[in-house]
């Protein structure tokens, strides 16, 4: 299907484990985003990147890790999980010289 | 630090109420605006753009204007209706990064 997707849509995993999240996109576009959405903290961008092998750190790096070695994907991995990272984790994308982003549904993310 | 406001956090009307929701942002400099919209268990899709150099944006019922010098944007929803029930986020765009406000939930009764 075109669009941007994102799986699992829901993960439930223990302290210390190691969990990635997937994002996939069809468009072709340039950047991409990860998010976390948390009551009293809305949308905070973890990391980005504006094309394959480059990426940049968000307002809320710590404890997590990306990579992109091809356009469409742009995995998240969390090293070690810790309650804290209990979270909605939205990926998003854009095309270069576009503003709109575009959101995938969400995975909910329960670190037990 | 740019730091985005919503008020208020929740809000209901009865249908067909117009009704404005709020954002403020701290710092001026911005690239543009945005107002996404959040549907429960879903992504947020896209409702208007406002470029900074632009006062507003309409798309159908609703109306975004952007106020730079005083931190301000507003999104106008005519006529409410029960499917705008959602909740509506303001994003503030700058160098390709966004800040997103914490969201008003609508609640639009029949």
């Known amino acids: 299907d075109a669009g941007i997707t994102q799986s699992p849509r829901y993960k439930i995993t223990e302290t210390g484990r190691q969990v990635t999240l997937m994002c996939h996109q069809t468009?072709?576009?340039?950047?991409m985003f990860w998010y976390r959405q948390d009551l009293g903290h809305g949308l905070r961008l973890i990391y980005y990147?504006?094309?394959?092998?480059?990426?940049d750190k968000g307002e809320v790096p710590d404890g997590y890790v990306v990579s992109r070695s091809k356009t469409e994907n742009f995995p998240l991995t969390l090293e070690s999980a810790t309650r804290s990272q209990t979270s909605v984790y939205f990926c998003a994308s854009r095309t270069s010289g576009g503003d709109t982003q575009y959101f995938g549904p969400g995975t909910r993310l329960t670190v037990l | 630090k740019q730091e985005v406001t919503q008020i208020p956090a929740a809000l209901s009307v009865p249908e067909g109420e117009n009704l404005v929701l709020n954002c403020s942002f701290t710092d001026s400099a911005i690239y543009n605006l945005q107002w996404f919209r959040q549907d429960p268990g879903k992504g947020l899709t896209s409702l208007l753009l406002?470029?900074?150099?632009?006062r507003e944006q309409t798309s159908g019922r609703l109306n975004a204007s952007l106020d730079k010098s005083s931190g301000r944007s507003t999104l106008y929803i005519a006529a409410s209706q029960p499917g705008d029930s959602a909740t509506y986020l303001c994003a503030v765009g700058n160098t390709g990064k966004l800040i997103f406000g914490q969201g008003t939930t609508l609640q639009v009764k029949p």
């Open positions: 406002i470029q900074s150099s632009q």
């Open positions: 468009w072709s576009h340039s950047y």
């Open positions: 990147s504006a094309a394959a092998d480059i990426t």
